[in-house]
């Protein structure tokens, strides 16, 4: 592939199209909001842990409050088992890492770890250092056929899908059409599948900002049409399912060469970075020596250790305990709103639409003044106009604390106006 080389475009032609992003739209929208809950102390909050997080205290005024904004959904982030496994690992290898790209070198521990993880999610698991450099890998990839029969393949994200995947899409959209699903629309999608023999289908399966991908329609469109499906199930993986394999796993059980599950490690799962799932080896092998796999960092000595920690507590019964008691939290919270217009019933994520960034931004500033950090969410994460609150709710939070939390949401609810 060459760089395109043609003439110097006039001075006032050098804005570009803005078909897949408009940061000059969306940085002073995105600004005026965080400048408004900066300037009301909800941002750059020095904290040290009192009783992990349920008991954070500010350094600066002594505040002490619960944090409802962790994606550590099971509280395995401060577990003494995945703690001691990163200084055991650290230990035993005497060196943070190679600094190389890993297809070429790889620690053996780093290969225990892959062979661990394959075990214990049923698929070939090619870890990385995030999911964002899972994601710009493997897209690119995809769109361009090379992951199927080398023919493109129309790139069809749903409208919610996380940034992480959708600031992609002006370099897919170099390789093949790239399109817009409105949010779980499988509609639309199928409209698209029987206009075009090659589809590949970019969601979430638990949604950052509230709601669940419609598992069963989409797996009914792959099996119907022969979608490719890729999936990022980073707020479900550990959170929901058997052994913590997550929500999309539960209707994509075996994974087949169409499908691939793409999955953080450093929220519920209690680690650090990300994980890619793909039933294909050749896939797995193929994905190692290209793009920012090849060139970026893998993860750290110290970031396997916790990894392989962490998965030693996937096998503990305390790991079945941590779900049932988030479990029981999402019921409590669900039954105490019940009536209220809250997105995210069922899940761990909930969000509550205020509409304006001003109103997001009190019912913010008024939980933490009653012990909860809720982070106040505005657009672009959201769209315009549907500025809330996400809270998410964990395994490690008592029920006492969540009753507590559901009284005084609804108190502050009550007298937001």
């Not at 804005?15 to 809950?37: D, F, I």
């Not at 749903?158 to 370099?171: E, G, T, Y």
Request: include cysteine; glycine fraction near 10%.
């Amino acid at each position: 592939m060459t760089d395109h080389v043609g003439p110097v475009e006039p001075a006032e032609s050098i804005t570009g199209p803005h078909r897949y992003r408009n940061n000059q739209k969306m940085v002073p929208a995105s600004e005026a909001a965080w400048g408004l809950a900066q300037k009301h102390g909800m941002l750059g909050l020095v904290v040290e842990a009192v009783d992990g997080q349920n008991r954070l205290r500010e350094v600066r005024s002594g505040h002490e409050f619960a944090n409802l904004s962790s994606c550590s959904y099971l509280g395995l982030n401060s577990h003494p088992t995945v703690v001691e496994a990163g200084r055991a690992a650290l230990a035993e290898e005497r060196i943070t890492g190679l600094s190389m790209g890993e297809f070429r070198i790889r620690l053996g521990i780093m290969e225990r770890l892959e062979e661990e993880l394959s075990e214990h999610f049923g698929a070939h698991v090619l870890p990385s250092v995030s999911c964002g450099v899972l994601s710009a890998a493997i897209l690119p990839l995809l769109a361009s056929g090379h992951l199927t029969d080398g023919e493109p393949l129309v790139v069809v994200f749903d409208r919610f899908a996380h940034f992480s995947m959708n600031f992609l899409k002006p370099i897919l959209a170099d390789e093949t059409l790239v399109l817009t699903c409105p949010h779980n629309d499988m509609a639309y999608l199928e409209e698209v599948c029987r206009k075009y023999p090659r589809v590949a289908y970019v969601c979430e399966g638990v949604y950052s900002v509230g709601g669940q991908a419609d598992l069963a329609g989409i797996k009914a469109l792959q099996d119907r049409y022969g979608m490719f499906v890729y999936l990022d199930d980073s707020h479900a993986l550990s959170a929901v399912g058997e052994r913590g394999v997550g929500f999309a796993r539960t209707v994509f059980d075996e994974l087949d060469s169409r499908t691939i599950v793409v999955a953080s490690i450093a929220k519920a799962f209690g680690s650090t970075g990300g994980i890619a799932m793909t039933g294909d080896r050749g896939v797995f092998d193929f994905l190692y020596r290209s793009g920012p796999l090849a060139w970026s960092q893998g993860l750290r000595t110290a970031a396997i250790g916790t990894t392989l920690g962490a998965l030693e507590v996937h096998r503990s019964p305390e790991f079945d305990e941590r779900q049932a008691q988030l479990a029981r939290n999402i019921q409590l919270f669900d039954e105490r709103l019940r009536g209220h217009d809250l997105r995210g019933t069922g899940s761990h994520i909930k969000f509550v639409v205020t509409g304006d960034n001003d109103r997001a931004v009190r019912l913010s500033n008024e939980l933490y003044e009653r012990g909860y950090y809720c982070s106040a969410m505005f657009f672009p994460i959201v769209a315009q106009g549907q500025a809330g609150v996400r809270m998410m709710l964990r395994g490690d939070m008592p029920t006492e604390l969540t009753e507590r939390f559901a009284a005084d949401l609804l108190d502050v609810l009550a007298g937001l106006g």
